[in-house]
């Protein structure tokens, strides 16, 4: 019980955070659509076809999430994989892509499914990370890649 309490404490905060990223911090903040690519699908536009695995994180609970950064359209997008399919005990997984320079942010919820993915983030000379959050029903887990 405590570790889910704490669990959910840790996703509640980082539920905040995600919050303000997709807000923004103020009249300094870009946001997502600021650049090119920004909330465009990997997979439509072709910038999954050069794409490689900047860094990946263990999720917990079978999960990983992987930053994902294509060098042709210099974009970034957070991809969970094995996460807990949502039922009506938990919320699943989900994948959140943060660029650390203006502080955007975009979530993606997997639903029923075990892997899901975020629209992209341009990238180009900027940071970002990636974090996966994990709901099994007994524990929510969360893990965050290294800046690219």
């Known amino acids: 019980m405590r570790t889910?309490?704490?669990a959910i404490a840790l996703g509640l905060s980082g539920a905040a955070c995600a919050a303000m990223t997709l807000i923004g911090a103020g009249p300094a903040s870009a946001g997502v659509g600021s650049y090119p690519y920004d909330n465009q699908d990997?997979?439509?536009s072709g910038c999954n076809s050069d794409a490689i695995t900047a860094s990946s994180a263990n999720v917990g609970?079978?999960?990983?999430?992987l930053l994902r950064y294509s060098p042709h359209c210099r974009t970034v997008w957070?991809?969970?994989q094995g996460a807990a399919p949502r039922t009506a005990d938990n919320a699943g997984g989900s994948?959140?892509?943060?660029?650390e320079s203006d502080g955007a942010g975009i979530r993606t919820y997997c639903g029923g499914a075990?892997?899901?993915y975020t629209p992209m983030l341009y990238d180009g000379g900027l940071t970002s990370h990636?974090?996966?959050?994990?709901d099994t029903g007994f524990t929510i887990y969360s893990g965050t890649t290294g800046s690219y």
């Open 4 to 6: 889910r309490k704490r």
């Open 42 to 44: 990997p997979s439509a």
């Open 61 to 65: 609970g079978g999960a990983t999430i």
């Open 78 to 80: 957070a991809h969970i």
């Open 95 to 99: 994948a959140l892509i943060y660029r």
């Open 114 to 116: 075990t892997s899901c």
């Open 130 to 134: 990636a974090t996966g959050t994990n």
